[in-house]
C-alpha cells in the first residue's frame, strides 16, 4: 500500500476536517491495484473515497473509568490503529465495525487518533479528558435547616461529566453534569442527611456534605402580599371575572401528600370607609415547597355580586388552613355597574333585592342560580328577613333566615349594597341595639353595644325613601349624629379593636340605621308642648291646659336577633373578630348591659381543597358607664370532619376550643385601654397525640384629642393558639404596633404606622414602618399617598420590600379613579428572588340623563424569574329607551317612563407568563324590561373567545339566560 501511495502521488489531493470525533478524508483518491485473475496478468484499478469513525462512549472521564470507544472505516477496505494519547495504541482488524475499551492512569486531556495500519496519516480523531476525583467538592448552605427549608447544594467537577449527579439521602437526587453546579433541595422530614456527589457506573461516592434538619413546627409562615388587580374594571354586576394575586412567603412550612396548599386566600368586599360588605369562602392556594420564597402570582374566580352597583373596594388576605393570618393585601377598587334598577319601594310589610339567573355562566360549575335575594317582614319592633347569597369564590348558595328587633327600615341585600351613601342593614352579631338605660340622654337613645372586636360602623345615609310609619304613630325623626374620624389601622391582623373604640363616636338609634320612632303617647297635634311649642298650624290661640309630667317612651327590656343560614359573627379580634358562620347564631341583650351571643354550625363547607369545620360560638359582654367600659368573655370550637379531612402537610384533623377574656377601660376622657388573655386547647382526633395548649396576650392604649389619635400594642400570640379564619387572627407570633394619625389641616390627614413582629415557631422576623398622606380638596379630586418599607428576616432569606402607592379619585356626575403601586423586592441571601410589582388602575364612569358610558384600564406587572403581566381594557355603555309619557292631569310638565333599559360591556384582558399567554376577548349584555317599578325581567347574553399563543388553545364559549331584578 505504501509503494502504490508513492506512485500515485501526482494524482492525491489531501483535504481533511474533524467532525463529532470522526475523521473525513475527502479528495484523497486511492488506487488500488487488484489482480482480478492472475492468468492474464492483466491489472484492475479502483478507486474510493475512505474516512474514519472514532465515537468514545464518553469525552469525560474518571481516573481509572473505561471508555468504549466505536471504531468503523467506509468503505472498510483496511485494518486500522487507534493511539489513546498516552503511548498505548491498539490494532483494529477487519471487519467493522468493532469496540475498543481503554482506561487512563492519569488525569488531562488527551486526543485519539485513528489511522490506517501502518500510515500516519489520521483518518478520525477524538478529543477525551480525564478527571481526578480527588478534587471533587460538595457543600450544603445551610447545613442546619428545619423541614421545608431550601438548601443549597455545590457541586465541583472542573469539567462537564455526563453521569455526575448528587443523591441527596433522602431518596431524591439530581444530575450534577456541569464543571459547577449549584442545586437546591428541600427536605420533607427531619433527620440527619448525607448527600454525596456520585458518577452512574462508580461504586462509591467522590465527595459528600452533611445536612441536619429539623422538625417543621411553623404554624404560619411569615410572607406578604404586594398586589391585588381585578381582571376588568368597571365590571358588570353578577359577571364572573378574577381577581390576580401577586404574594410570597418567607418562612419554609410543609406540604402534605395529598398537594394541597396549607394556605388559603379570602377575598372581601368592602364599601369605600372600608366596612366589610361581603367575605369570600376560602381559596386554597396553589402553592409548593419548592416556590418558597419566591414570587407567585395566582388568578382566583370571582363572581360580582348580582345586587352590586358603585363605588366598592376589593381586599384579599393570606390565611394559614389550621388559623392565623398569613398576610394582608392593600384594598383596591372596584367599580361596579348595577343592573337593572326597579324605582325602590320600601314599605314596612316586606322588601326584596337581588337576581335569579337561569343557566349557568363561565366557572360557576354546576350551579345555575345566583339568588342573591333579599325579603323581609318588618313590624315596629320585630324584622323577619329571608335571604339568598352567592358565594363569589366557592360558587355555593347559602339561604338566610333572620329575626330581628328593629324599627321599620330599609333592608338590603346581604352580598352587596349600592355604594357609596347606602344604607345597610348588614346581619352582624355584635351589632344589636342595647336597650338604653332610661337617663333620657343621648347614650340612651338605643345605640349599638358596640363589641370589643368591631370597628365602627359609618353613619348611614337616610334611603332616598322613608319607610312609612307604624299606624297611629307619627313620623319618626332622624336623630342628628356625627360620622365617626376614621383613624387609619394598619393593625387589623394584630387586633387593634381599641383604636376604633376609642375614636368612635355615637352610634345611630337602631342596628340598621334607622330612626327610633317617636313615643306612642306623645301629645295630640294642637296642644301646647310643655316647651311651649306653637299651636296647631291655622287654628286660633288657646290656653293651653295643665301639661302631664313627660314620660319616657315605653323602651323592650330585651333587644335581640336570631339568624338561620350564613352570617358573620361577632368574636373578639385576637381569634378573627368575625366568624363566618352557616348555621343559628342568636344575639340578646338587656337593659341592664349584659349582651349574650351564642351559635353554631358549619365554620368552613367542605371541596377537594377544604377541610369541612364545624363548631359552637358564645359570648358574653357586660358594659358599664354606657357601655364605656366592658368585661367580654368568649368561647369558640372548632372541629374537623375526620371523614372529610384534606391533607395539607399540617397535623389534622383536630379538635380546638378556645377561650378568651378582654376587658376596657376609659381611664380618661381621651385615653382608653385593652387587656385580653386567651387559651386554646388543640386535641388530635386521630392518632391519639397529646392535647397542645397555648396561650395569647394582648395589651392596647389608645389616645384621641380633636384630630390627634395614637395607639400603642402589644401582642403575644403562641404558636399552637387556636383562631377563626378572620384577617385579625394572632397565631404564632410576637411583636408591637404603634399608630399616629393628625390633620395637618381641615382637608388633610397624615398618619404614620410601625410594627414588629416575629414567629415564635422559628426565627423569623418582620418589620413594617409606613407613612401616608391624604387630602380631599372641596372642589378637585381627592389625592393619597402613602410610602412603605417592609423588611423579613427568615431562614435562607434577608428580604426589603420598598412600595409606594398613590390614588386619585373623585365622585360625582363623573367618578373617575386612578391607583398606581410598585413594589420593589431584593433579598441578600437569594438575590435570585427578586421581584418588582406595579399595578395601576385606572376608571372612568359618567351619567347623563338616560345615558351612561364608562371605561377601565388596568394593568399588573411582575419582573421576576417567573415574570406574568396582566393588561386589561374595558368599556360599558348603558341607556333607557322605550315607554310612553304618563297622563298629565294637571298640566304641568313630566318625564316620560322609560320601560326597557340596555347594558353592554366589553373587555379584552391580555396575560403573559413565562410559558404561557394570550388574550380574552369579552362582550356582556343586559336588556331588561321595567315591567313594574319593582319587577325587571330581562336576557343576559355573553360571549368569550380566548386566543392563546398556541393555537391549539383557541376557545370559544357563549350563553343566554333569563334574569329576574327584583327590589320591592
Not at 488506487?31 to 472514532?54: E, F, K, M, N, T
Not at 469496540?99 to 477524538?126: D, W
Not at 349582651?595 to 359582654?621: A, C, K, M, R
Request: hydrophobic share 35%; glycine share 10%; net charge negative.
Amino acid at each position: 500500500m505504501d509503494s502504490l501511495e508513492r506512485q500515485t502521488g501526482p494524482l492525491t489531493a489531501m483535504k481533511t476536517s474533524i467532525t463529532s470525533g470522526r475523521f473525513g478524508l475527502t479528495g484523497r483518491l486511492i488506487v488500488g491495484l487488484v489482480l482480478s485473475c492472475a492468468a492474464c496478468g492483466v491489472p484492475h484499478i479502483a478507486l474510493a473515497a475512505q474516512v474514519g469513525s472514532l465515537i468514545p462512549n464518553s469525552t469525560t472521564a474518571l481516573v481509572g473509568q473505561p471508555i468504549t470507544f466505536s471504531v468503523n472505516q467506509f468503505p472498510p477496505l483496511d485494518e486500522s490503529t487507534v493511539t489513546f494519547g498516552d503511548g498505548s495504541q491498539v490494532f483494529v482488524p477487519l471487519p467493522y465495525p468493532q469496540t475498543v475499551v481503554h482506561a487512563y492512569a492519569a488525569a488531562g486531556t488527551y486526543n485519539v487518533v485513528q489511522t490506517l495500519t501502518g500510515s500516519p496519516i489520521p483518518i478520525a480523531a477524538v478529543r477525551v479528558t480525564i478527571l481526578n476525583p480527588a478534587l471533587f467538592s460538595l457543600t450544603a448552605s445551610p447545613n442546619n435547616v428545619i423541614a421545608g427549608q431550601q438548601v443549597i447544594f455545590t457541586a465541583g467537577i472542573g469539567a462537564p461529566l455526563p453521569g455526575a449527579y448528587i443523591d441527596f439521602g433522602d431518596g431524591t437526587n439530581a444530575p450534577a453534569t456541569a464543571a459547577f453546579n449549584r442545586i437546591p433541595h428541600r427536605y420533607q422530614n427531619p433527620g440527619f442527611y448525607t448527600a454525596t456527589l456520585r458518577v452512574i457506573g462508580q461504586g462509591q461516592p467522590f465527595a459528600s456534605a452533611g445536612v441536619s434538619v429539623a422538625p417543621n413546627q411553623v404554624a404560619v409562615p411569615a410572607g406578604q402580599v404586594y398586589s391585588t388587580f381585578m381582571v376588568g374594571s368597571p365590571v358588570l354586576a353578577g359577571a364572573d371575572t378574577a381577581i390576580a394575586l401577586s404574594y410570597r412567603i418567607f418562612t419554609p412550612f410543609v406540604v402534605g401528600p395529598s398537594g394541597v396548599s396549607p394556605l388559603q386566600a379570602i377575598v372581601e368586599l368592602t364599601d369605600t370607609n372600608g366596612n366589610v360588605i361581603q367575605r369570600s369562602d376560602p381559596y386554597a392556594l396553589p402553592f409548593t415547597q419548592q416556590t418558597v420564597n419566591a414570587p407567585q402570582t395566582t388568578m382566583i374566580p370571582y363572581t360580582v355580586p348580582a345586587d352590586a352597583g358603585g363605588d366598592y373596594l376589593v381586599r384579599v388576605y393570606v390565611r394559614a388552613a389550621t388559623g392565623g393570618t398569613v398576610a394582608v393585601g392593600r384594598a383596591q377598587p372596584l367599580q361596579i355597574i348595577g343592573g337593572p334598577d326597579p324605582a325602590p319601594h320600601i314599605n314596612n310589610a316586606f322588601h326584596a333585592s337581588g337576581a335569579v339567573l337561569s343557566s349557568s355562566g363561565t366557572n360557576r360549575g354546576g350551579y345555575g342560580v345566583n339568588m342573591g335575594l333579599t325579603t323581609a317582614l318588618q313590624w315596629s319592633t320585630e324584622e323577619l328577613m329571608l335571604a339568598g347569597t352567592f358565594d363569589p369564590v366557592s360558587k355555593k348558595i347559602d339561604p338566610v333566615l333572620t329575626w330581628q328587633s328593629a324599627t321599620p327600615a330599609p333592608v338590603t341585600a346581604p352580598d352587596a349594597t349600592p355604594a357609596p351613601n347606602a344604607a345597610s342593614s348588614q346581619v352582624d352579631s355584635g351589632h344589636v341595639p342595647a336597650p338604653p338605660n332610661g337617663s333620657g340622654g343621648p347614650e340612651a337613645a338605643g345605640s349599638p353595644t358596640p363589641s370589643a372586636g368591631e370597628s365602627p360602623s359609618p353613619a348611614p345615609t337616610q334611603p332616598a325613601t322613608q319607610p312609612s310609619a307604624p299606624p297611629g304613630n307619627p313620623t319618626p325623626q332622624p336623630q342628628v349624629t356625627q360620622t365617626p374620624k376614621a383613624l387609619q389601622n394598619v393593625m387589623t391582623q394584630r387586633g387593634s379593636e381599641l383604636v376604633n373604640a376609642a375614636t368612635a363616636e355615637p352610634s345611630p338609634a337602631s342596628a340598621n340605621g334607622a330612626p327610633a320612632p317617636a313615643p306612642t303617647n306623645a301629645p295630640p297635634a294642637g296642644t301646647m308642648t310643655t316647651g311651649g311649642a306653637a299651636a296647631e298650624q291655622g287654628g286660633p290661640a288657646v290656653t293651653p291646659a295643665p301639661a302631664p309630667n313627660p314620660q319616657q317612651p315605653a323602651q323592650p327590656s330585651l333587644t335581640f336577633k336570631d339568624v338561620v343560614g350564613k352570617t358573620d359573627a361577632a368574636m373578639p379580634a385576637v381569634i378573627g373578630s368575625k366568624e363566618t358562620l352557616r348555621g343559628i347564631d342568636a344575639t340578646y341583650a338587656l337593659q341592664s348591659g349584659w349582651t349574650f351571643h351564642g351559635g353554631g354550625g358549619w365554620l368552613q363547607l367542605p371541596s377537594n381543597t377544604t377541610t369541612e369545620e364545624t363548631g359552637e360560638l358564645l359570648d358574653v359582654i357586660k358594659g358599664w358607664d354606657s357601655n364605656a367600659d366592658t368585661l367580654r368573655v368568649a368561647y369558640s370550637r372548632n372541629q374537623d370532619n375526620v371523614n372529610k379531612f384534606v391533607q395539607t402537610g399540617t397535623t389534622g384533623p383536630l379538635d380546638v376550643t378556645v377561650g378568651v377574656g378582654e376587658f376596657t377601660e376609659q381611664i380618661t376622657p381621651h385615653l382608653k385601654g385593652l387587656i385580653t388573655g386567651g387559651y386554646s386547647n388543640t386535641q388530635p382526633e386521630t392518632g391519639g397525640g397529646a392535647a397542645l395548649v397555648d396561650s395569647v396576650n394582648q395589651a392596647d392604649l389608645a389616645y384621641s384629642v380633636g384630630t390627634l389619635a395614637a395607639d400603642v400594642n402589644y401582642h403575644n400570640a403562641g404558636p399552637q393558639f387556636g383562631t377563626l379564619s378572620g384577617a385579625s387572627a394572632l397565631t404564632d407570633r410576637a411583636g408591637g404596633a404603634a399608630t399616629l394619625s393628625l390633620a395637618p389641616s381641615a382637608i388633610s390627614t397624615l398618619a404614620f404606622a410601625y410594627g414588629h413582629d416575629v414567629l415564635r415557631s422559628v426565627y423569623t422576623g418582620t418589620t413594617n414602618a409606613n407613612v401616608t398622606y391624604n387630602i380631599t380638596p372641596p372642589k378637585w379630586p381627592g389625592i393619597t399617598l402613602s410610602l412603605e418599607r417592609d423588611t423579613a428576616v427568615a431562614p435562607s432569606s434577608d428580604a426589603t420590600t420598598k412600595t409606594v402607592n398613590l390614588g386619585i379619585s373623585k365622585t360625582g356626575i363623573s367618578s373617575i379613579t386612578l391607583t398606581g403601586t410598585i413594589a420593589a423586592v431584593s433579598d441578600a441571601l437569594a438575590p435570585e428572588s427578586y421581584s418588582t410589582t406595579r399595578t395601576g388602575v385606572f376608571t372612568y364612569q359618567y351619567a347623563n340623563g338616560a345615558h351612561t358610558f364608562g371605561g377601565g384600564l388596568n394593568a399588573t406587572n411582575t419582573t421576576s424569574v417567573a415574570s406574568t403581566a396582566t393588561v386589561t381594557e374595558s368599556v360599558n355603555y348603558g341607556f333607557t329607551f322605550g315607554g310612553r309619557t304618563a297622563p298629565n292631569p294637571n298640566g304641568l310638565p313630566m318625564v316620560p317612563t322609560r320601560n326597557f333599559e340596555t347594558k353592554l360591556t366589553l373587555t379584552n384582558v391580555n396575560m403573559q407568563a413565562l410559558l404561557s399567554g394570550g388574550h380574552t376577548a369579552t362582550a356582556t349584555g343586559l336588556l331588561s324590561w321595567h315591567l313594574t317599578p319593582q319587577l325587571a325581567p330581562g336576557i343576559e347574553f355573553n360571549y368569550q373567545r380566548h386566543y392563546d399563543n398556541n393555537p391549539a388553545l383557541d376557545t370559544e364559549t357563549s350563553f343566554a339566560r333569563f334574569r329576574l331584578d327584583v327590589n320591592y
